[in-house]
Every structure is written in C-alpha cells, then in structure tokens.
C-alpha cells in the first residue's frame, strides 16, 4: 500500500493522499512520498499540472500526533517546510480536490496548492491552539493569502467553518455544491496554457508566498518544534488521542 497514489490523464497528474487509517495525517511517510510524487511531476514534460486528492473523510488531519509524541520535535516542522515549499516551487499548478474535512497542518497544504475546489462536506479549522501549539510553519503558504480579520479569528479560537466561509477568506478558489464541476473550468483552462506560460505566471502570483519562506522559515520551524516539545502540547496532544479534555479546558 502507498500513501500517495498517482494517476495520469491528458496532462494532469492526480496525486491521491491514501493513508486512511490516521486520516490522512502528515506522518513521515506520507510526507516522503508526496515529496517523491511532486518532484517526478516536475521533471515529467507530460505533466501541465497536478491535482491533489484524497480518499476517505478527512483531505487532511495535520501533524501525526502519534509521531509528534514520541519523535524529534525537530524533524517534523524542517520536512513539512520543505514539503510545502516543494509545492509552492513547483512549475506547475497544484490543484486541490476537498471534499472531507481538513485540519491544522492540513491546511498548509492546501494554503500551499495554487487553485482548490471545496465541496458541501468538507469542514476547515486551525486546532493548534486547542492542542498548546500554533499554526507556526503553515503560516507562511496561509497568510499571504488570507484575510488577515479571518485568520485572527480562526488560528485564535479553533471554530469550525464550512466552504462558503473558506472561499470567502481567500482559503480555497470555488467552494462547489459538485466538486467535479467546479474543477472542469480550472482543468481545461490550464490543459490549454503552454507549460512556460503556467510557470512563469504562476512566479508571480507566489512571489509573496515564497518571500515569506524566505524570511521566515528559520524562525517559524524553530518555534513549532519548540511548542511540539513543550509540556503543555504534550499535555494537549496526549488529550486529543486519549479522547479527553486538556487540563487547561474550562
């Protein structure tokens, strides 16, 4: 079984995030191998652009928290910086298909994807501060390109909001009552640009993007591995797989 299944059809090449069993979390695995999967589609010339999917409920839950209590807290904010930066760099559009729920860490990925189509089902939340962390890493990719009123509101109470509410914020391009539908326009518009149209054109609408990674990447990965090791995220990570309330919920 592999965690990222790939597809190829009239140009596009649909990366699919299949690791149901911790809902499609950003554990060390999956990581690798989307990394693997973006770099074969960027040095593959039949490739105009990647769509980026997933099976089961869940687009993405974020960090595996299993990983990040027994792990390096190191590691995992350096790799999931580099992944995202690998999708934000890469010369083709990414495209993102949601039609579950998405989480935390989850949404630096799709923060990072170009384009996105949500559908009716899907549900968005930044939970890290719930847990005794922060949105530190998936900050770059995100706040560039969202309101910066919503994001307050969103990184600082961890609610859940729907598509229409994440269309409106700037976190996702079309939220779609049919997911297919609502892709088909960005699908054929991009099979008809030339891939040195897509890639140039796609450097000027992540400049900002990128300029953040660049000033901030040091910093910000340095704070998430500091949270991840502290003795309140650990409190609240343990809380969240045991199923329980944090010792500081009121």
């Known amino acids: 079984m592999t965690y990222v299944e790939r597809a190829h059809e009239r140009g596009i090449t649909t990366l699919t995030l299949n690791s149901p069993h911790n809902r499609n979390a950003l554990s060390t695995r999956l990581v690798a191998e989307l990394h693997r999967a973006l770099a074969d589609a960027a040095a593959d010339d039949a ?23 027994t792990g390096d807290a190191k590691d995992g904010p ?14 083709k559009p990414v495209i993102a298909r949601v039609t579950g729920h998405v989480r935390a860490g989850g949404l630096g990925l799709l923060g990072a994807c170009d384009l996105s189509v949500a559908g009716p089902q899907t549900t968005f939340a930044f939970t890290e501060a719930r847990l005794g962390l922060a ?8 706040l560039p390109r969202m309101d910066a009123r ?21 976190l996702v391009t079309v939220a779609a009552d049919d997911v297919d539908a609502g892709l088909a326009p960005l699908l054929d518009g991009v099979r008809k640009c030339s891939p040195q149209g ?20 040091d910093a910000l990965a340095d704070r998430s591995a500091r949270l991840f090791g502290s003795a309140e995220a650990r409190e609240g990570m343990t809380a969240f797989l045991e ?6 919920a009121r």
């Not at 897509?198 to 990447?217: G, H, I, N, P, Y």
């Open 135 to 142: 949105p530190a890493v998936i900050s770059m990719p995100l």
């Open 243 to 248: 199923r329980r309330d944090p010792a500081w």
């Open 150 to 170: 919503a994001a307050a509101r969103y990184y600082l109470t961890g609610e859940k909001f729907g598509p229409a509410e994440a269309a409106r914020i700037g």
């Open 47 to 69: 490739v105009r652009a990647v769509l980026l999917a997933h099976t089961g409920g869940t687009f993405c839950a974020g960090a595996d928290l299993s990983e990040a209590t």
């Open 78 to 91: 350096l790799e999931l910086t580099r992944l995202l930066r690998a999708l934000v760099e890469l010369p």
């Open 198 to 217: 897509l890639a140039e054109s796609k450097k000027l609408v992540t400049a900002a993007v990128l300029a953040a990674f660049d000033r901030d990447t």
